[in-house]
Nanobody, 121 residues
Framework: DVQLVESGGGSVPVGGSLKLSCSAS?????MAWFRQAPGKEREGVAS????????FYGPSVKGRFTISEDNAKNILYLQMNDLKPEDTAKYYC??????????????????RGQGTQVTVS
């Protein structure tokens, strides 16, 4: 099974930027970022088809966040700009060996990381 390890979380001021990374031990077809804040439902942030460049974004982050991947290094990134207090959450990297439809179906991803905390204040 592919193992995923997130990094890059932290505390940033409102309007700041942060870049999350997710190192994978192997190849996947689809990778994505989800987030969950205390007392709130899990939310799909963004997804990417590895090697194909097709991306999907949740409506609350579109235009502010960018998902990308380094296929050679098996690393997934999430560049987050113009951060808002409502972006505060634990961010999880997920992956699967097939395309997941819809992309924001958390249960469709077979592998999940432990998460990294992002706090915006």
């Amino acid at each position: 099974d592919v193992q995923l390890v997130e990094s890059g979380g932290g505390s940033v001021p409102v309007g700041g930027s942060l870049k999350l990374s997710c190192s994978a031990s192997g190849r996947s077809v689809t990778m994505a970022w989800f987030r969950q804040a205390p007392g709130k439902e899990r939310e799909g942030v963004a997804s990417i088809l590895i090697g194909g460049g097709t991306t999907f974004y949740g409506p609350s982050v579109k235009g502010r966040f960018t998902i990308s991947e380094d296929n050679a290094k098996n690393i997934l990134y999430l560049q987050m700009n113009d951060l808002k207090p409502e972006d505060t959450a634990k961010y999880y990297c997920v992956a699967d060996a097939k395309a997941v439809v819809p992309w924001d179906w958390f249960g469709g991803y077979s592998t999940r990381g432990q998460g990294t905390q992002v706090t915006v204040s």
